[in-house]
């Protein structure tokens, strides 16, 4: 029988294993590198052409959202002038005023009709690619001339919006861990690749 630490020895080496394979399986994954590389060249023409990104998610997804917002208004890599972009998870008193008098399914799309403009780029995640709230909010910005980049992983059901992107970023996966584990290296790459074009700076890797 086994014992508690060699159980979680077990969980942790199996878990790396699976994380390893998912990059493994990202890398040699053609479309989705060229959809990365899609998206990079769409954020730098939004960036050069004045506009904003904005960023979306529901629970993990929002912590990437504002993470990867954070990359861009900071530094990722190097010191260099701040990129407009804005986390749509962030300001709690919008949040919960829309989720109340409107409903949770537009506290996004509400944000976006406020302070959005023809140029913009809307990133938007869900693992399920079902999240209401975020089909409603691609809903508007697709209206509003606002590019839409989703990433989300590759259930059947995640079609819905894939149809609504310009660009969808699909980690080859189905479970939410590891479908964020993916996200979260893919938006390190995005940035990095945006901040090293956008300021003519060779990137350390």
């Known amino acids: ?29 053609e479309v989705l590198i060229h959809g990365l590389n899609s998206a990079v060249g769409k954020i730098i023409h939004c960036f050069k052409n004045n506009g904003k990104v904005m960023f979306a998610g529901n629970g993990g997804s929002a912590a990437d959202a504002q993470h990867m917002s954070a990359e861009f208004v900071s530094r990722f890599m190097f010191n260099r002038p701040g990129l407009p972009s804005i986390a749509l998870t962030t300001d709690t008193s919008a949040l919960t005023a829309i989720g109340n ?68 970023l699909r980690v080859p996966h189905d479970a939410t861990p590891r479908i964020q584990e993916g996200h ?12 090293a074009a956008l300021f003519n700076k060779e990137q350390s890797l």
């Open 1 to 29: 029988m086994l014992d508690d630490s060699s159980m979680s020895i077990d969980y942790i080496t199996q878990s790396l294993a699976h994380n390893h394979s998912l990059i493994t399986k990202m890398q040699d994954d």
């Open 101 to 168: 008098d409107y409903g949770f399914e537009v506290i996004f799309s509400r944000q976006i009709e406020a302070v959005s403009n023809a140029g913009d780029v809307l990133i938007a995640y869900s693992t399920s690619g079902t999240s209401p709230n975020i089909l409603q909010a691609l809903d508007v910005a697709r209206t509003r001339d606002i590019c839409c980049i989703g990433l989300t992983g590759i259930k059947p059901e995640s079609k819905v919006m894939v149809e609504r992107c310009d660009v969808t």
């Open 184 to 195: 979260l290296l893919l938006g390190h790459i995005l940035c990095g690749a945006v901040e």
